[in-house]
Structure formats: C-alpha cells, structure tokens
C-alpha cells in the first residue's frame, strides 16, 4: 500500500475530495466526528445513524454511497468507541475495520479522516504510525513459495491520512517511520516462516550481507574456523550434529557518534530445532524452524532503524545453527568450555538456545556496549506463565541502576508490543549446579524460563544487559500459523529512545 499524508480543513477540503472512500468517525453516542459532520450538510449521515445501522462502538462501520453531500465515491463510517475519550485500543480495532473495509471495496484509493490527534495518551505521530501498521499488518501475505499465489488482495491500494496543515510535517515523518518499522517487520515475518531447508544459517547470513549494501551496513560473518580460533565451544557444540555450516553474524549500523558506546542486539538463530540427541517428540515440531526468530527480529530491527538513518550506533550479533542428532552430535552429559572459559555440563541437548547465546554475549563484551539486548526463542515455560501477549523480559537493570527493564516495558507499551518483567534471583541459580562442571544447562524442573535467564546472566556481568524470552510471541501456531514480526516493534522504538 502506498501512504501519504493530506492537509485538510474540515469545513472545505474533506467535502470536497474525489477519493474511491473516505473514512470518517462516529463515536458510541451517536455523535459525528467533525469530517464527518463536513458531510453532512443535507443531513445523510444524521439519517443513516438514526436508522440505527450503526452503533458506533469502536470497529462497527457503514458503507455509504453517493452521498450528496461528499465528492468521494463512497464514505466508510467507522464507531470509534467514546466521544472525546477514545482510547488506543479502540483506535487499533477502528483501524482493522478499515482494513478489512479497504480490502473488500472496489475503490484503489481511500483517505483516512478521523481524529487523529484525539485519541486519549496518545499524539498524533502513535496513530500514523499504529495505522500504517495495522493496515500493513493486514495486507501480509506469506505465500512466496506457493505456485497458485493467493488472489492479490483487492481493493485501496493508496491510502491517504488527513490532517490539519499544523500537524503534516510532524505526521509526514511519523509517516516515513512507520513504513520503515513495517518493512522491518514483514523482513522478520518472510524470515521465520520460511522453512529450515531454505532459511539456513547461510541463508541469514546472505540476508544480513544484502542488508548491509542496500543500506551501507558494516557486516562480518565468522565461519566454523573462526569460532574454533575464539573458543566458542559452547556455540560450536549444538552446531555440531548439523551438517549445515554454522554462522556468526555482526551487522553494524553506525548512526550516531564515533565514541558513542554501542547498543548492541543479540539474537538467537537456530534455524531448526530438533532437540538435538534429547530429541524433541514429533508433534508440532515443525515449528521449531521458527527457533530463529530471534535472529530474524535481530535483522528486521537493523533494517527498520537503517532505513530510519537512526542517529545511534547499534551492532546486531546472531549466532546461527541447526540443532541436530547425528553420529557427531553432542551427547548428554558432554562437558564443554564457552568462550568465557566456564565450563558446561549438557544435561540436555534441547537446552541449545542458552549455549549459543552465552558464547555471543562473552564475544559482544569487546564492544564495551551502553546496553545488551538478547531476543531468544528460549523456553517453552516462557510460554506456559505468559501466553502468547508478552515477551518476558529479565534485567538486572532498573530504576535504581540505569533504567534498562522501563525503557524496555515503556517501548513495548507504546506499540502494543509488550513485555512483562519477570525475576532473576540468586535463589534461582542454585537449580544450575552440576557435580562435574561449573554448571549444568537445566536445572532441576520449575520456572524453566527464569533458571534459563539465570544461565544467560552468568555471561552478562561486564554490561548493562536484559534478555527477552520470545517463545510465545514470535509466532501463532494452529490454522493462524506464522510469525507476527514481534519484538520489531518493541524494540525500535526502544532505540528511537534513545537518541539523544
Ligand atoms: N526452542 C526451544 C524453546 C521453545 C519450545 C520455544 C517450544 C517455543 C515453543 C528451546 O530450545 C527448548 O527446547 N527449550 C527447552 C528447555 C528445556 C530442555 C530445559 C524447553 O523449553 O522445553
Ligand atoms: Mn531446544
Ligand atoms: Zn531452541
């Protein structure tokens, strides 16, 4: 979809519009939105409401026809919810409305008359940007590899939001932000939803090459003789049933000032997850090919913020194999040394997401970083204490040093891609203790995602660090499988924020 932005003025410009549909608000009790009461000089939209064909309850519309009282070709009523009280989400399902409005129309062009800047906490640039998503997000198609492409979605195809003249420049840059999250996104959807024998560790690291000249990235990918030089044998012990090379991958966006410290992402890319000898049951496991989705987000968020030309500098890093059994796979029990020099016990080789990061987060200490994020699809009893609505978010960092895990929770509120704090507490460690290693990979059993972050966090204690379990948010199972692009949104804003 193409989108701009269109100065109006309520009294003249949005009566006199030639559009394929305008959509204009109507709030829960009955009132009109003012483009809307524009329209309504021969009293149209006053009858339409009265004969009680639409509530206004936020999401409800009203296709309108030749109207006398709009040049447009037909006018897309929507209910946004409270009068002078709109909140987020009842903008968010008005917006889907549209969406699912402009899809089905014969109209190709469509402009979006509503309040914008009347929606309660937040401003004009949040709805832009919440509807170039929401309409982005529902035009996604991931049917690359079907040889009958789905019927090419009908309907607007150019969408424009109109605004009073003060407020264009601030919404046109809104505008171009947003459509760079979007395109980070979907770049994070096509990832995780291909499949693993397409999408490899070599696969990824081409992505990140093709990145890196489209946007004059600095870009370094460390091959298996490389990882043997720095002694990740941690890393190099789940690669090691595959026969799939693995990659190391460091994409460098420098935007802000050359002694600026580095924010630095960290992704885990298991491009498929097999559980290794400890192999995991049949059921389902074809969703582990989106045990990259760390990685994935890792890429989308480098091209989001590239494309912004974000003025701070931020080094994506993404450890990437496959998981596999195989004759010269690690065995349960197998001893290894990470990089950091301590000493692993494998109890269980589906424990592979902690034993690919730790090495990644020792290697990301020669950046002297302002801030390490770890995004990992890392535990199934993430899922199980949070659902698929929040990222779990683990942090050493808060208000009282530094403020890492509120910038985190903020960025995720503000884009509805939200995280939840969860504890990591010495008591928790304890469950890591291993007879013959200076730790093992699994604990004794309860709070699977926490014992994992505890693990993680034994490599963290040179920086300032929070890990985000994904496991429940990166994908949907079931008739709706695919990956949602989270934590994209989460996490460039969470760098938008901080530029000085
Ligand atoms: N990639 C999985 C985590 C996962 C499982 C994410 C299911 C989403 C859905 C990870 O590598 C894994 O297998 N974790 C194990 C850890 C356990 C062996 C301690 C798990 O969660 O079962
Ligand atoms: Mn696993
Ligand atoms: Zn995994």
Redesign the pocket.
Known sequence: MDFSIKAFDAKNTIATSKTGCLVVGIFEDKTLSVAAQALDKKGELTAAVKSGDISGKAGTTLLLRGLAGAAAERVLLVGLGKEGAVSGKDFTSAIQSVARGFASLGAADGIIALPLDGITAHDTAWAVQTATLTLRESLYRSDSLKSKKDAPAAGVKKCAFALAAADVTAAKNALAQAIALANGVELTKDLGNLPANICTPTYLANTAKQLAKDYKLGVEILDTKQLQALKMGSFLSVTAGSDEPPKFIVLKHMGGKAKEAPTVLVGKG?TF?T?GI?L?PGAAMD??KY?MCGAASVLGTMRAIAEMKLKLNVIGVIAACENMPSGRATKPGDIVTSMSGQTIEIL?T????RLVLCDALTYVERFKPAAVVDIA?????C?VSLGSHNTGMFTRHDAAHDGLAEELLAAGKHTGDTAWRMPIEEAYNEQLKSNFADMAN?GAPGG?SIV?ACFLERYTRQYTWAHLDI?GTAWKGGGAKGATGRPVPLLTTFLLNRVK
């Open positions: 298991i997850d559980g400890s995991k969703e582990m045990d269980n589906d424990a592979e997401g699809t890392l535990t199934g009893a899922v699994i699977g994992a496991a």
